[in-house]
């Protein structure tokens, strides 16, 4: 089974400042890795996912993260965050060569960003 | 052209009643899957069809039943609504590969909360 760990449920940050949303995740086997972003009252938008090859991903919005195979890692990271990034973001995982497709999400973070 | 769609967006119901929620794709995708998230965001996956045929199938109250009558559409039935079900749903559906490199990213509806009084 598949485990996702999102380490902060809360991260105030202020406009224009650097953020890392952190996620762990437990697996027996290879995964594919996801980020999404739910903003309010709307549903989950992909932001980035990792399949293979280079482990920094790039995504929408300026957003990326970087896959650590030895820490079981995918953080999420901006570089100058603006308030319109205010949102719930969830890490999710699933197994390659699943016939189910199934998603195995972290209990997400919320981000804030004030002025 | 909206890709994952779900009617209601809003329903408001008493305690006891049936309602449904109905969701359609137009991606052709050939899984789709309910997911409840509660008052914390959590998400928490219900059912999950591939082809009409019913693959995911969590720990759910049988008062809960998914229906597909063709794999664009997925529908939610639930019976003897209760107070513990006011929740968002959200409908989502996806191409579901084996091998490659296509990965399991799922499309998500816009989602529909339930209020139960």
């Known amino acids: 089974a598949q485990s996702v760990t999102q380490l902060d449920s809360q991260v105030p940050v202020f406009e224009e400042a650097p953020v890392e949303l952190r996620c762990n995740y437990s697996s027996s086997v290879s995964v594919y890795l996801f980020w999404y972003v739910q903003y309010p009252n709307q549903g989950l938008q992909l932001l980035l996912k990792y399949l293979s090859g280079s482990t920094l991903v790039k995504g929408i919005n300026g957003f990326e993260a970087e896959f650590n195979k030895s820490q079981t890692s995918f953080h999420l990271r901006k570089p100058s965050v603006h308030i319109s990034d205010t949102a719930e973001y969830f890490c999710a995982v699933s197994e390659r060569g699943s016939t189910l497709g199934r998603l195995y999400f972290g209990r997400g973070t919320q981000l804030t960003v004030w002025p | 052209d909206t890709a994952v769609s779900q009617t209601p967006k809003y329903l408001v119901t008493q305690m006891g009643n049936d309602k449904s929620i109905k969701c359609e794709q137009n991606l052709g995708h050939d899984t789709m899957y309910w997911y409840k998230q509660d008052s914390k965001k959590f998400l928490k996956i219900m059912f999950s069809?591939?082809?009409?045929?019913?693959?995911i199938n969590e720990t759910v109250p049988n008062r809960f039943s998914p229906k597909s009558p063709d794999k664009a559409h997925l529908n939610l039935h639930i019976n003897s609504l209760e107070l513990g079900d006011s929740a968002v749903y959200f409908c989502?559906?996806?191409?579901?590969?084996?091998?490659?490199?296509?990965?399991?990213?799922?499309?998500f509806g816009p989602g529909t909360r339930l209020t139960v009084l």
């Open positions: 069809y591939n082809n009409k045929e019913l693959i």
């Open positions: 989502a559906s996806s191409q579901v590969r084996a091998t490659g490199l296509a990965g399991n990213e799922q499309f």
